[in-house]
């Protein structure tokens, strides 16, 4: 059997994908994150005071409300807004807004703390505390449009901090604008250089600019500070892939599988990789690990894999694993499912030359069930054509020729099986069909091969 290597051209794309799933599963969290950081939210309950070289005046008065609200902020919060909504005026200094706008946002009102921050930058244009939290606000409501103009404008104002950079970088990364976000993003590690979430926000940037060199070096860092984490593992091998380095991206998912925490997804991606560069005992042992792991799986996955192995000439390993799946699977196997086995193990018998009466037994019972069965009936043609009886082999091939999805393919065979027996000018006709129903460089030069000793023999 020809190695076919359609599957594993794919492997760059696929890895792509796999790597995009993993920055979008991350994005959200990372603002999660932020929240529960101690030092952030310190940050956010200090911003209740006052900076007077930067900020708007208060009046006496207000100082007083402040002063009385401020022992709630910590304890009361809905009393804490109750007290200075009363106190406050339409002519109020922005400090009372922010205040408010502030209460609101622990409280999960986003909406509302919106309204006083926009209210305090209003009265006060260079106030940069309340740009800094309407531009949170803004992250809270997924409005990222008017979260980088807050954050830039805060930073324009001159009170940028690691925490701005971050949050401007995932915002810029939530519209897909990624050079931006990677800049900011570069600028927040920086400043708090033991911040994971902004190292794997500008590790999300660079993969969709497929800088994968840069992706690799970053995520060393992850799994070097965080070893058993899975997650940067899989991104890593994904990262590993689409750079086409295969085998490290293999030695990742064995790293993933000794922390106990594969998945049979990852096992059969292990599986595919070493069959990608042919080391097909590795393989078949990664395929039989996947199955190992989860019995139940839909069976597809695995007898692909045992396809693949076929597919690259590993003929004994994809028979061991073909047996695998029968030890494993074989007593709750369905009818459907029960005859692709049976048609793989007689692809495989009949892959090395071989195929045996029970084999087309075998064969026949399938086609019994399903008349439309393409494959068996190609497989039964194959095995009459090496049992050198060629009328049964061009009788299954015919029926074979008689189901679209396989004509092509089916009157090749008959036109080969012709061949041999001399009759030449019978072939060139079929052949002539199956270039019209799928054209193949390979078939056109047969064509012309037989045409000329059909020729020859007139």
Same mark, same amino acid.
């Given at each position: 059997?020809?190695p ?6 794919r ?5 792509l ?6 920055v979008?599963?991350?994005?959200q969290? $990372?603002?999660? $994150?932020?929240?529960k950081?101690p030092?952030? =939210?310190?940050q956010?309950v200090?911003?209740?005071? /006052?900076?007077? @070289?930067v *900020? ?6 207000e /100082?007083?409300?402040l002063e009385a609200?401020?022992?709630?902020m910590g ?12 106190a406050m005026?339409?002519d ?5 807004d922010?205040n408010?706008g ?7 009102k986003?909406d509302e703390?919106l309204?006083?921050?926009q209210?305090?930058?209003a009265k006060?244009p260079s106030?940069?505390r ?6 949170l606000a803004?992250i ?22 690691g ?6 970088g995932h915002?810029h ?8 976000? @990677?800049a900011a993003?570069?600028t927040?590690?920086l400043? =708090?250089p033991e911040n994971?979430?902004?190292r794997?926000?500008?590790t +999300? ?12 070096t970053?995520?060393d860092a992850?799994?070097k500070?965080y ?8 991104l890593?091998a ?5 750079m086409k380095r295969p085998?490290e991206?293999?030695?990742?998912? *064995?790293?993933?599988?000794r ?9 059969h ?13 590795l393989?078949?042992?990664a395929?039989? +690990? ?8 839909p069976l597809a ?5 045992? @396809?693949v ?16 799946i029968?030890?494993v699977?074989?007593?709750?196997l369905?009818?459907?499912d029960?005859r692709?086995?049976?048609k793989?193990?007689a ?6 030359g071989?195929?045996t009466a ?5 064969l @026949? ?5 399903d008349?439309?069965?393409?494959d068996a009936?190609?497989?039964?043609g194959?095995?009459y054509?090496?049992?050198e009886e060629p009328?049964?082999a061009l009788?299954?091939?015919?029926r074979?020729?008689s /189901?679209d999805?396989f004509?092509?393919?089916?009157k090749?065979? =008959?036109?080969q099986?012709l061949?041999g ?5 019978d ?5 002539r069909r $199956?270039q019209e129903?799928?054209g193949?460089?390979d078939?056109?030069r ?10 020859? +023999?007139?």
């Amino acid at each position: 059997m020809k190695p076919n290597s359609s599957s594993f051209s794919r492997v760059r794309p696929l890895a792509l994908a796999l790597v995009l799933l993993s920055v979008r599963a991350h994005a959200q969290d $990372a603002i999660e $994150a932020l929240w529960k950081d101690p030092a952030f =939210q310190k940050q956010f309950v200090a911003g209740y005071g /006052i900076n007077a @070289e930067v *900020e708007p005046r208060v009046t006496p008065e207000e /100082i007083k409300v402040l002063e009385a609200v401020r022992p709630l902020m910590g304890t009361d919060l809905p009393r804490a807004e109750s007290q200075l909504r009363a106190a406050m005026k339409p002519d109020c200094s922005a400090i009372l807004d922010f205040n408010l706008g502030g209460l609101l946002l622990q409280q999960g009102k986003t909406d509302e703390a919106l309204v006083s921050y926009q209210a305090a930058v209003a009265k006060f244009p260079s106030f940069r505390r309340a740009w800094r939290y309407l531009g949170l606000a803004e992250i809270q409501k997924q409005d990222f449009e008017q979260a980088i103009h807050a954050f830039t404008r805060m930073i324009e104002l001159g009170g940028a901090d690691g925490y701005a950079y971050g949050l401007l970088g995932h915002a810029h990364a939530q519209r897909e604008d990624f050079q931006p976000a @990677e800049a900011a993003y570069r600028t927040a590690l920086l400043l =708090q250089p033991e911040n994971t979430e902004w190292r794997l926000g500008l590790t +999300r940037c660079v993969l969709r600019q497929q800088k994968y060199e840069d992706a690799a070096t970053l995520l060393d860092a992850l799994i070097k500070r965080y070893p058993d984490k899975s997650d940067f593992w899989v991104l890593q091998a994904n990262t590993f892939q689409a750079m086409k380095r295969p085998l490290e991206a293999a030695q990742c998912y *064995e790293v993933i599988d000794r922390l106990g925490k594969a998945t049979a997804d990852n096992l059969h991606t292990l599986g595919d990789l070493y069959a990608s560069e042919n080391l097909m005992d590795l393989a078949e042992r990664a395929y039989a +690990r996947a199955l190992d792991l989860d019995p139940s799986q839909p069976l597809a996955r695995p007898m692909r894999a045992a @396809e693949v192995l076929a597919s690259r000439s590993a003929v004994p390993q994809a028979r061991t694993l073909t047996a695998h799946i029968k030890e494993v699977r074989g007593k709750d196997l369905e009818e459907g499912d029960r005859r692709k086995l049976l048609k793989l193990e007689a692809r495989l018998s009949m892959a090395d030359g071989g195929g045996t009466a029970e084999t087309a037994a075998v064969l @026949e019972e399938i086609v019994a069930l399903d008349p439309l069965d393409g494959d068996a009936l190609l497989l039964l043609g194959q095995h009459y054509s090496r049992q050198e009886e060629p009328d049964r082999a061009l009788l299954y091939y015919e029926r074979a020729a008689s /189901i679209d999805a396989f004509e092509a393919e089916a009157k090749v065979r =008959q036109a080969q099986v012709l061949v041999g027996m001399g009759r030449y000018g019978d072939a060139v006709p079929l052949l002539r069909r $199956a270039q019209e129903v799928k054209g193949r460089e390979d078939v056109a030069r047969y064509l012309e091969q037989v045409e000329r000793l059909s020729k020859a +023999r007139r």
